[in-house]
Every structure is written in C-alpha cells, then in structure tokens.
C-alpha cells in the first residue's frame, strides 16, 4: 500500500516538474512558432511573467515547433457593438503581427491584451517605448483561462456537494459515506474551527454559507493552479479575483456592524476625547486595510510560489549548463511540495481572517 502511496506521489511530482520545464523551454520559442538561436539571450523575466498572466488560450505543449493549445472565445465590445471570435484566430502570435478582421474592425494581440487598430491602418506601430501608438484598447470580456476555471471550479464544488448530499439522503441515521465521507470533516472544521470561536456560538450559524464557500473555493482552484496541464490557470494568481472576495467580505463585515463596532470605529469608548479624535481616522483607514490586506496575502502568496518555481527552472538557460539542472530540479520540487500544502493553507487563512471580521464586527458590548 505504500508503495503504491509513494509510486503516485513520485509522479505527481514529475508531471508537475514536467509543466514548468515545458513552460520554460516554450518561452525560448519566436512568435513564429519557431525555437530561438542558442546565442540569444534568454530573458527570464518576460518567461515568468508571460506564464503567470492570464491568457485567451490554453497553451498545452509546443510539438516540433508548433504549438498545441485550446482556443477560447474572444468576445469585445467596440465602436461597430458586440465582437466576438476565437483565440485561434490570431494563431498563437502574441507579438502583434498578425490582424484579425471580425465584425468591420482590426485587432491584434500583444503580451495578451488585445487592440483595436484605427481605421486607416493595416499594422500596429509602435513608439519608442514599446507601446502601440495607432491601435486602442476595446472592452474585453472575453472567456480567458482564468475564466473558464472559474466556472469549471464552480461546476466541480457544485458536483460535489451534491453528490454528497445524496448520500446523506441514501443513508441511515445521517452516516456519511463515500464523498460525503470526505466533505463532512472538512464542513466540521470550518464550523467548529473558524466559525464559532471567531464568531460567537449564537451568530455564527448566519455566515456558514459564505465560510464554507471561500474556504472551498479558494482551495480548489489552488488545487487547480498545479494541475499540468493547465498550464498555469491559476485563478488565486489573479488580483482581480482576490480583490473581488475581499470586497465581499468587507460588504458582510460593513452591513454586519452593530452599534458597539461603529462606536469602536468613531468613537473609541474608554478613552480620553482628545485620544477618541486621534483613533478615529486610524479606525477608519483600518476598515479598507483589512480587506486589502486579504486581497494582496492571497495574491501575492499564490503568486509567489509559481514564480519562484520558474526562477529556479530558468537557471538552467541561464548558465546554460546541465550540470546545474539537478539542483534546479531539486528545490523546484521541494517548492513545488510546499505549494502543495499552500493550497489549503491559503484558503483556511482568508476564511479565518474573514469570520475574524465578522466576530469584530457582531461583537457585543462588555460591561
């Protein structure tokens, strides 16, 4: 039994070792599909940055020069209304230099961002700096990766749970079995780990769902963010999502404030006046750090582990040198195992942090 323990974990690790030596050999490659000479110079930055982005495709593999990916629909909206077309249609060029015509306009895609070029012109130009002087930036609300695992993970928890709420109903005196086995520990946990001592017995009921749906939420789409072969969908790397959640859970904490937290905020009980004038911009200024202080931790902690990974792999080009790839490949995979267990870890801390807020916020006075 153990062995077999040890046979999975040992590949699982070579698969994901495998995702980020793929990453880092695909960035050496032209925006023609073609492998770059071996005396150019290989830029690590634009590699990490470019596979930790967002993107309008699913990059698989590149197989003799070509790359392999999964188009994903590109929806604008411009001047001429609604536009909509698949990635494949700029066939794979992140540089700009191909143009797609689609519902009377131009566009082209550069480092993942998709313009619109003016009227009267046939190809991008560029300033001195890099930026396209004669194209604009359209509305994009296009299905991204990020996007697409979005739902996908949305759709999973959804199978989940309901899967286990059928064994509930199947089963005798409430026992769980099979994946209800599994998610009611972790539903326990949530209860009586985070939402009653950071809440209060008698409130905490209230913001189960929203505890439970974080904590499960976050934690799969980390899940997913290791997963080879989606090649770096990690929605938790994206401030936009994590700016999004933390915004929810400063609404709850703000509509969930009772007399005793405002007073706390403006008008700090116990304390001389001159001191209750001082706290009270500190107090305000306190309400958003908090929520962006969840925003950036998730972020910046996902985020971290990626590109640490790819900065060790990168070594490798970097001396241009094998000698050097058995210890890249070995703290790639410590990092690697760690990540592993940030996944869970992450999502438990912004769930606590959370219920935190709310206890803060429903605290009764003590007399």
């Not at 470019?50 to 790359?67: C, G, Q, R, T, Y």
């Not at 700009?96 to 046939?122: C, M, P, R, W």
């Not at 209060?200 to 080879?228: A, D, Q, R, S, V």
Request: glycine share 6%.
């Amino acid at each position: 039994m153990k062995s077999k323990y040890y046979k999975s974990t040992f590949l699982g690790l070579l698969l994901l070792l495998s995702f980020f030596c793929s990453s880092v050999v695909s960035s050496q490659e032209d925006d023609e599909g073609e492998v770059e000479h071996a005396e150019e110079e290989f830029n690590p930055q634009n590699m990490i940055i470019h596979h930790v982005l967002d993107a309008h495709e699913f990059h698989i593999i590149d197989w003799n020069a070509h790359p392999i990916s999964i188009p994903l629909p590109v929806i604008l909206w411009t001047d001429n209304g609604l536009t909509t077309f698949m990635s494949s249609e700029f066939h794979h060029d992140d540089s700009g230099k191909t143009v797609v015509n689609a519902n009377g306009g131009k566009f082209v895609k550069l480092h993942e961002t998709i313009y619109q070029l003016d009227n009267n012109a046939s190809t991008v130009q560029f300033d001195n700096e890099g930026h396209p002087t004669n194209a604009s930036i359209p509305t994009d609300i296009s299905i991204t990766r990020n996007v697409f695992m979005m739902w996908v993970s949305v759709l999973v928890l959804l199978l989940i749970f309901m899967a286990a709420a059928r064994r509930y109903r199947k089963s005798e005196n409430n026992v769980p079995t099979g994946i209800a086995g599994f998610v009611e520990p972790l539903v326990v946990f949530v209860r009586d780990e985070i939402g009653i001592p950071m809440i209060g017995e008698h409130k905490y009921k209230k913001y189960m769902p929203y505890l439970l749906t974080i904590f499960f939420f976050i934690w799969i789409n980390n899940i997913f963010g290791l997963i080879p072969i989606l090649n770096g969908a990690n929605l938790s790397g994206n401030i936009a999502f994590t700016f999004t959640l933390a915004v929810f859970t400063f609404i709850i904490t703000t509509f969930s404030g009772n007399i005793n937290y405002w007073k706390h905020i403006f008008w700090m009980p116990g304390v001389p006046v001159p001191m209750k004038i001082f706290l009270a911009p500190i107090e305000i200024i306190g309400m958003f750090v908090k929520p962006i202080s969840l925003m950036i931790r998730l972020f910046a902690n996902i985020t971290a582990g990626h590109i640490i990974v790819l900065a060790l792999m990168s070594l490798i080009f970097i001396f241009k040198s094998v000698a050097i790839a058995p210890v890249s490949v070995a703290f790639s995979l410590f990092i690697g195992i760690i990540e592993i267990i940030v996944t869970a870890i992450q999502a438990y801390i912004f769930t606590v942090l959370s219920a935190l807020y709310f206890g803060m916020a429903t605290e009764e006075e003590h007399h």
